[in-house]
């Protein structure tokens, strides 16, 4: 009995550690967002830094690909691909799937953004968005032009992502853009 306490207490203490961890490292508003270097879907390398000093980033995080819930938040990001591109912003999305089945993905739903791929879920915790399960939250950054985080969409609904995206995007002043040319 004093045994099995005593496992008990030592994986309660380790659960709290963990948990502990997760919250401090955990991005706010306001915070420098973290670099990376992911591939994508477009068979391209991404980093942050690339784009710090030119313009905005957006990162919509989703748990996986080939799901229900993942499936229709990216369709939506599609579906208002006009509208999100009317701004001079570069936008991706973001899971811990492998480049191939993020690829494939992407070619079977006609996705015209890339999809990054964070296999060895690196990224994904330097935002603090890795779930208990082990798959990104289906959670939404705007980073400024400096590298700043100045949104966090913690409640990303699968079905209008792609319209709360452009209005968030027009509501924190993001610039405008005449292009259309996939980011």
């Known amino acids: 009995m004093k045994t099995g306490l005593k496992q008990v207490l030592t994986i309660a203490f380790g659960a709290c550690v963990l948990l502990q961890a997760a919250l401090a490292g955990a ?28 313009q905005p980033v957006i990162l919509a995080f989703f748990p996986a690909a080939f799901t229900g819930g993942c499936t229709i938040q990216c369709k939506a990001i599609r579906d208002s691909s006009d509208e999100i591109k009317s701004f001079d912003v570069a936008y991706f999305m973001a899971s811990v799937d492998s480049v191939v089945k993020n690829t494939d993905f992407a070619e079977e739903y006609g996705l015209d953004f890339p999809v ?36 966090i969409d913690k409640s990303t609904n699968p079905s209008s992502a792609g319209t709360d995206l ?7 002043g993001f610039p405008r853009s005449n292009q259309t040319a996939a980011r």
């Open 27 to 54: 991005l706010e508003v306001g915070d420098r967002a973290p670099d990376f270097a992911l591939q994508a879907s477009d068979g391209n390398t991404y980093r942050l830094s690339d784009f710090v000093g030119r």
């Open 166 to 172: 452009a209005r968030s995007m027009a509501e924190l």
């Open 116 to 151: 990054l791929s964070d296999p060895d879920k690196t990224m994904t915790a330097d935002y603090g968005v890795l779930g208990a399960s082990g798959f990104a939250n289906r959670w939404t950054y705007y980073i400024d032009a400096q590298g700043i985080v100045v949104q």
